[in-house]
């Protein structure tokens, strides 16, 4: 019996970034294409078989400690960022200035979908959930140099609506417009004692 199971969702990859390796912020910049690695997007900034680890796992791991890089990408949701984009008070909210690497639409709650869930592309490529991407204040910053008055509230906004960092399990072609479908684990909720 697999440890995954298919559900009914699927999304359209409806955005593709790149955040370029000598970037001074977290601003990605468009394609319409990318080829994901084992190490996650070619020429990203965030690609690499592993990272030193950051604020997110300092609790485990010293800042800098050299770790397996799960958060090769940041994959959002279209939904959630015209929410975010609605409560900050700005038209649409441009996934370069969150240094996104995908954005989905299509997929409800896509913040919370649980960790080790899979998206397949029809030619096979897979990307694997780690965990929710907590709100920090550098996409902030970036809306702010675009949308002055508005970036300070991105923060608060984004809470339970900033997307998912994951990693690329098959590697493969990811273009706009493709259709993924959503694997989820077959594992109950943890319920300790």
Do not use: Y
Not at 127 to 137: G, K
């Amino acid at each position: 019996m697999g440890c995954l199971v298919e559900t009914k969702h699927e999304a359209k990859i409806a955005w593709l970034g790149i955040v370029p390796p000598d970037v001074t912020g977290v601003r990605s910049g468009q394609a319409d294409e990318v080829v994901a690695g084992f190490e996650g997007i070619e020429g990203e900034l965030h690609s690499g078989t592993t990272r030193a680890s950051c604020v997110r796992v300092t609790m485990l791991h010293p800042k800098g400690t050299e770790i397996r890089n799960t958060r090769q990408l940041s994959i959002l949701s279209a939904e959630e960022n015209a929410q975010i984009a609605a409560e900050i008070g700005v038209e649409a909210l441009n996934p370069e200035w969150l240094g996104a690497s995908i954005v989905v639409e299509g997929i409800p709650d896509w913040t919370h979908v649980p960790p080790g869930s899979r998206l397949q592309t029809p030619n096979g490529t897979t990307i694997t959930i780690d965990l929710e991407n907590a709100p920090c204040h550098f996409p902030g910053k970036e809306i702010e140099a675009d949308r002055p008055g508005h970036g300070k509230a991105f923060k608060a906004a984004a809470k339970d609506r900033r997307g998912v960092t994951a990693w690329v399990e098959r590697p493969g072609p990811l273009s706009v417009g493709d259709q993924v479908r959503l694997f989820v684990p077959t594992q109950r909720a943890w319920a300790p004692a």
